[in-house]
T-cell receptor, first 112, second 114 residues
Framework: TQLLEQSPQFLSIQEGENLTVYCNSS?????LQWYRQEPGEGPVLLVT???GGEVKKLKRLTFQFGDARKDSSLHITAAQPGDTGLYLC????????????WGLGTSLAVNP | DTEVTQTPKHLVMGMTNKKSLKCEQH?????MYWYKQKAKKPPELMFV???????INESVPSRFSPECPNSSLLNLHLHALQPEDSALYLC?????????????FGEGSRLTVL
C-alpha cells in the first residue's frame, strides 16, 4: 500500500515551461519534505513544510502544504535543464519521524 | 558540498567477499541511517542509529551488519551478498531532538554484486 501517492511519475518538458508535481495521502503528516536527486547522487533536501496551508518559495520553486497536512505540491516556473532530476516527497508522522513515508518519485527531464 | 561523506563511491564484490561501506558526518547529528535505493525508486530504510545505539532494523537480512563506532561514524559490513543486493546505498543523518524528519544524505555508495 502506497501511503503517499506522487504524480506524475514521469515528466518530459521543454525549457521555459511550468510544471506541478503532487503528493497526496489520506494520512496526516507532521511535516513533509521535498528532495531532488541527480543520477548516482544522494537526495538533496529542498524544503520542509510543517504548517497546514504553508507556502514556501525557493527561487523558481514553490512548495505548498495542504490545509489538512495530507498533501503537498511542488510548482516549478520556467523550468531549466538544470532542474532535471528525480523529485521525491517524504512525509513524517507525529511520533515516528525517523521512518519517513516516501512517494515513488517524479522523474523530470527538461529539454533545451 | 555534502557534509555527509561516504566511501567508497563504487564497489564491486563477489558473493563470497566481505566488504564494508563507511559514512562520516560532521553536522553534530545524533541519528544516522542506512538506506538502500534501486534505480528510479525511493530510498528504502534499512537501519537507524540513535545516540550510537541501533533503534530501527527494518528486518534486513543478516548479511548486512551495521556498526556505529561513534557519533560521527557509521559502517555497513557486507558478507555473502546476492546479486539482487546491487543498489545505491545511502547514508543519512538527522537531528535527534526537535527533528521534523529532515534527512541529510551522503552521495551514496554504488554496490555491484557479481
Amino acid at each position: 500500500t502506497q501511503l503517499l501517492e506522487q504524480s506524475p511519475q514521469f515528466l518530459s518538458i521543454q525549457e521555459g515551461e511550468n510544471l506541478t508535481v503532487y503528493c497526496n495521502s489520506s494520512s496526516v503528516f507532521s511535516s513533509l519534505q521535498w528532495y531532488r536527486q541527480e543520477p548516482g547522487e544522494g537526495p538533496v533536501l529542498l524544503v520542509t513544510v510543517v504548517t497546514g496551508g504553508e507556502v514556501k518559495k525557493l527561487k523558481r520553486l514553490t512548495f505548498q502544504f495542504g490545509d489538512a497536512r495530507k498533501d503537498s505540491s511542488l510548482h516549478i516556473t520556467a523550468a531549466q535543464p538544470g532542474d532535471t532530476g528525480l523529485y521525491l516527497c517524504a512525509g513524517a508522522r507525529a511520533g515516528n519521524n525517523r521512518k519517513l513515508i516516501w512517494g515513488l518519485g517524479t522523474s523530470l527531464a527538461v529539454n533545451p | 558540498d555534502t557534509e555527509v561523506t561516504q566511501t567508497p563511491k563504487h564497489l564491486v564484490m563477489g558473493m563470497t567477499n566481505k566488504k564494508s561501506l563507511k559514512c562520516e558526518q560532521h553536522m553534530g547529528h545524533r541519528a544516522m541511517y542506512w538506506y538502500k535505493q534501486k534505480a528510479k525508486k525511493p530510498p528504502e530504510l534499512m537501519f537507524v542509529y540513535s545516540y550510537e545505539k541501533l533503534s530501527i532494523n527494518e528486518s534486513v537480512p543478516s548479511r548486512f551488519s551495521p556498526e556505529c563506532p561513534n557519533s560521527s561514524l557509521l559502517n555497513l559490513h557486507l558478507h555473502a551478498l546476492q546479486p539482487e543486493d546491487s543498489a545505491l546505498y545511502l547514508c543519512a543523518s538527522s537531528q535527534e531532538t526537535g527533528n521534523t524528519g529532515e534527512l541529510f544524505f551522503g552521495e551514496g555508495s554504488r554496490l555491484t554484486v557479481l
